[in-house]
T-cell receptor, first 111, second 112 residues
Framework: SQQGEEDPQALSIQEGENATMNCSYK?????LQWYRQNSGRGLVHLIL?????REKHSGRLRVTLDTSKKSSSLLITASRAADTASYFC???????????FGAGTQVVVTP | DTAVSQTPKYLVTQMGNDKSIKCEQN?????MYWYKQDSKKFLKIMFS???????INETVPNRFSPKSPDKAHLNLHINSLELGDSAVYFC???????????FGEGSWLTVV
């Protein structure tokens, strides 16, 4: 069964607006990572947050993690058209780094 | 300076054929993976190798056989291809003890 679920499935915003997407998972995790996938391309690692961390920032990205609620959020501030992509959360629960992915949020940023 | 490279990027083949996808990483990693992304964009791990040893083998048909000739390479061979094998196959790698996993650009397999 799928470990992660993402919400919303799709998000359409205008340039300059913020985009927020959420990820919920089922079991305890070691860490949670967010990836971006542009159409027809591979997965690009964006940011990683460990289970003992609550918030991390990287450029225009802000990630939160609430292990009590088994949820994480990714915020993209001041979005750009180039941010148009699918965003996936992925959890690791073992020492071998096996990633269990959410279903992804498709973000469209219009100029 | 490609980190994780896969070939071919696109592959169209007929049912029943046997095909291989190759993966190489030049990051000095010791752990490599194959993931499958279906038409709904759902990603699921198939296999993982650490130092050429199989460590993860999810419920994948026996028609799929990974081979790791060395730490930098992990190939995927698929026998008797079926329509349902049509998907994007991603190779990935990491170093033991590190958390970030790096993905290749994907191999788009279409079985007709």
């Amino acid at each position: 069964s799928q470990q992660g679920e993402e919400d919303p499935q799709a998000l359409s915003i205008q340039e300059g607006e913020n985009a927020t997407m959420n990820c919920s998972y089922k079991t305890s995790i070691n860490n949670l990572q967010w990836y971006r996938q542009n159409s027809g391309r591979g997965l690009v690692h964006l940011i990683l947050i460990r289970s003992n961390e609550r918030e991390k920032h990287s450029g225009r990205l802000r990630v939160t993690l609430d292990t009590s609620k088994k949820s994480s959020s990714l915020l993209i501030t001041a979005s750009r058209a180039a941010d148009t992509a699918s965003y996936f959360c992925a959890m690791t629960t073992d020492s071998w780094g096996k990633l269990q992915f959410g279903a992804g949020t498709q973000v469209v940023v219009t100029p | 300076d490609t980190a994780v490279s896969q070939t071919p990027k696109y592959l169209v083949t007929q049912m029943g054929n046997d095909k291989s996808i190759k993966c190489e990483q030049n990051l000095g990693h010791d752990t490599m993976y194959w993931y499958k992304q279906d038409s709904k964009k759902f990603l699921k791990i198939m296999f993982s190798y650490n130092n050429k040893e199989l460590i993860i083998n999810e419920t994948v048909p026996n028609r799929f056989s990974p081979k790791s000739p060395d730490k930098a390479h992990l190939n995927l061979h698929i026998n008797s291809l079926e329509l349902g094998d049509s998907a994007v196959y991603f190779c990935a790698s990491t170093r033991s003890g590190e958390d970030t996993i790096y993905f290749g650009e994907g191999s788009w397999l279409t079985v007709v």
